[in-house]
T-cell receptor, first 111, second 116 residues
Framework: SQTIHQWPATLVQPVGSPLSLECTVEGTSNPNLYWYRQAAGRGLQLLFYSVGIGQISSEVPQNLSASRPQDRQFILSSKKLLLSDSGFYLC??????????FGPGTRLTVT | AQSVTQLGSHVSVSEGALVLLRCNYSSSVPPYLFWYVQYPNQGLQLLLKYTTGATLVKGINGFEAEFKKSETSFHLTKPSAHMSDAAEYFCAVSENYGGSQGNLIFGKGTKLSVKP
């Protein structure tokens, strides 16, 4: 079975600073990968998904970007954080069609 | 476009009582449906899923859900609530049918409280 790691677990960053969140997957190869953001009372918002190395699809225009430099590595980045970027960021990997498994998440607070 | 509506952002039950969390969806094609559970400050854990076949699906921790096409519903139930069931529950529907990649559309979640 696959295991999804996210790093860091929590992060406090000032407005305007850069961001890099990492997601790595073990136990599977060539998974479809997803980044979600969860804000209080708003459910999960799909930010990016990737079906392979270097292939990124963006669901919501914003100041975030994603990259997939390796098969089992998915990175979420920003050059300049906004207050509205605060939230709980979840990485997920797809096992079988539509069945997604989630990492433990990163709590980001932008101050 | 597909969408998911979870009725009730908060549900409170007594320990031992029936748990019923409601989920309705809209989809132009037969969907795949999922329930996830999230404990505080953790990721989501898959409870159960419906793809095809039997409309009553059983999941982990004693939960089950029934796909009712005529009602476009996929309500989650558990006969007897336990304190450890207190968490947030998310219903999700597949966005694309077929193909090699499928996005999920999530409801806004229902927070379940269990009173002793």
């Amino acid at each position: 079975s696959q295991t999804i790691h996210q790093w860091p677990a929590t992060l406090v960053q000032p407005v305007g600073s850069p961001l890099s969140l990492e997601c790595t997957v073990e136990g599977t190869s060539n998974p479809n990968l997803y980044w979600y953001r969860q804000a209080a009372g708003r459910g999960l918002q799909l930010l990016f998904y990737s079906v392979g190395i270097g292939q990124i699809s963006s669901e919501v225009p914003q100041n975030l970007s994603a990259s997939r430099p390796q098969d089992r590595q998915f990175i979420l980045s920003s050059k300049k954080l906004l207050l509205s970027d605060s939230g709980f960021y979840l990485c997920a990997a797809e096992q079988g069609i539509y069945e997604q498994y989630f990492g433990p998440g990163t709590r980001l607070t932008v101050t | 476009a597909q969408s998911v509506t979870q009725l009730g952002s908060h549900v409170s039950v007594s320990e031992g009582a029936l748990v019923l969390l409601r989920c309705n969806y809209s989809s132009s094609v037969p969907p795949y449906l999922f329930w996830y559970v999230q404990y505080p400050n953790q990721g989501l854990q898959l409870l159960l899923k419906y793809t095809t076949g039997a409309t009553l699906v059983k999941g982990i921790n004693g939960f089950e859900a029934e796909f009712k096409k005529s009602e476009t519903s996929f309500h989650l139930t558990k006969p007897s609530a336990h304190m450890s069931d207190a968490a947030e529950y998310f219903c999700a529907v597949s966005e694309n049918y077929g193909g090699s990649q499928g996005n999920l559309i999530f409801g806004k979640g229902t927070k379940l409280s269990v009173k002793p």
